[in-house]
């Protein structure tokens, strides 16, 4: 049996956040039917060394060797299904950034726009938002080198740096003249995955984006500082996860546990009948049983699944908004050692508590609700889903295609969020809400 260690994650698609363990590969030997398909095996591997060797003659210029085997390693996973792929070493390096939610860099969300960088936003008390970085600024120089002709990325890894490191930035900022010269220290900064507020004193909202080392002690300190600020006014939470594209595994374990007293959160199922692992909450309601809507679109992927499958699956919470993406499939991580990178494999399926499969159907929402989109956003308002990429798994049962996934910029204009509010006061009333603890699954 393959032996796993800790590190799961969960993400919407090739390229997203996903499921991920660090693992050791799994030998198998099986007698002579093992040796009769090693023996087609190696006939295989010898036609590829052929077509190699003539590529490198032949070719009508010299291919380099290394992106050879390297884009025939990707073709070979990329034909698994959409989320197995090979990570270069620079690519599994930014993963790990991206899970961690932790780097050194500056602290400022930012866009391309005419070929140069765009702030949307200094994060609060970071080393751009004391520099006076502000929105909306132009950076055109990076060290006094242009950023003309970089991509956004390339911008954002020569922004990023070791923590007490000096940068310059050139900055071009509407109504002034002359360019802002601004040098800065980089520091250690941390993603913010949580976000929160209270609605009126009555309702604490909580916003999830994804799921990364820091969402667990993001969630209990939103919920203890809205419990703290709102007492006994606090007639429940709405936690939304939509467009969240998902994050680690455990992150979203512990999501559902604050919620939750007990009973099984998710269990993961691999392909022999002995590779099943079932995750539980422990005991404790952070929110003390206040009653809970969960938030999702066709955007809410994975991890995002995960938290509203379980808590609707206990009756803990009422699912509003419409079908989420539908991916149902665990990826693993597999460093390969020696700067090579990493592959990324899809190793097991999930089951929420009933023992549901949302690969390629989604989460139903208990109660749908459905935006008024913009005309000139009406053609990509939806999300296609799992079922609409190339090569998924396929489903036990129907396959569901996408759903909406847009998100009204203006909370005036949102009427998932309004539909929760006016639920959660009272002003409006469902079968769904609140939920009934003894229809859900055992536990």
């Not at 539908?326 to 097991?348: C, D, E, F, M, Y």
């Amino acid at each position: 049996m393959m032996r796993k260690t800790s590190l799961i994650l969960l993400g919407a698609a090739a390229g997203a956040a996903l499921t991920l363990m660090i693992t050791q590969p799994r030998i198998v030997l099986d007698g002579s039917s093992a040796r009769a398909a090693g023996a087609d095996t190696y006939r295989q591997l010898s036609l590829f060394s052929d077509v190699f060797e003539r590529v490198r003659a032949d070719y009508v210029e010299k291919p380099d060797d290394g992106k050879l085997v390297e884009t025939a390693i990707n073709g070979m996973l990329t034909g698994l299904d959409p989320h197995s792929s090979y990570m270069d070493a620079k690519s599994f390096r930014d993963m790990q950034v991206q899970t961690r939610g932790e780097f050194g860099g500056l602290g400022i969300e930012v866009t391309m726009e005419d070929g140069v960088i765009k702030v949307v936003a200094p994060i609060d008390d970071t080393p751009a938002a004391k520099a006076g970085v502000q929105a909306n600024d132009f950076i055109t120089h990076i060290d006094d080198e242009p950023v003309q002709g970089l991509t956004l990325n390339q911008a954002v890894e020569k922004m990023r740096g070791p923590a007490n490191t000096k940068i310059k930035l050139r900055i071009v900022r509407k109504g002034q003249d002359k360019p802002v010269e601004l040098t800065l220290t980089r520091d250690v900064i941390k993603v913010l995955s949580v976000r929160s507020h209270s609605e009126g004193d009555d309702v604490g909202y909580i916003r999830v984006t994804q799921f990364t080392e820091q969402t667990n002690e993001g969630l209990k300190k939103a919920i203890a500082d809205l419990t703290a600020q709102d007492g006994d006014k606090l007639k429940g939470f709405i936690l939304d996860l939509r467009n969240n594209p998902g994050g680690l595994l455990d992150q979203a374990i512990a999501v559902c546990d604050a919620f939750l007293e007990k009973g099984e959160i998710v269990s993961t199922r691999g392909r022999n009948a002995d590779e099943i692992q079932r995750f539980n909450a422990k005991p404790g309601d952070l929110t003390k049983g206040k009653p809970v809507i969960v938030l999702i679109n066709g955007g809410s992927a994975s991890a995002s699944e995960i938290v509203a499958g379980a808590l609707q699956d206990h009756k803990r919470a009422t699912v509003l908004g419409t079908r989420s993406f539908g991916k149902g499939s665990v990826q693993t991580i597999i460093p390969l050692g020696g700067g090579n990178g990493a592959l990324r494999l899809t190793t097991a399926r999930y089951f929420t508590p009933s023992g549901h499969s949302i690969q390629a159907k989604g989460i139903v929402p208990d109660i749908e609700v459905l935006q008024d989109v913009p005309d000139d956003l009406k053609t990509r308002a939806d999300s296609k889903g799992e079922a609409s990429l190339r090569g998924h798994l396929a489903a036990e049962g129907q396959e569901q295609t996408g759903s909406q996934a847009y998100v009204p910029p203006d909370a005036k204009d949102d009427k998932a969020l309004h539909a929760a509010l006016d639920l959660i006061r009272g002003t409006q009333q469902n079968a769904a809400y609140p939920p009934d603890p003894k229809l859900g699954v055992p536990n």
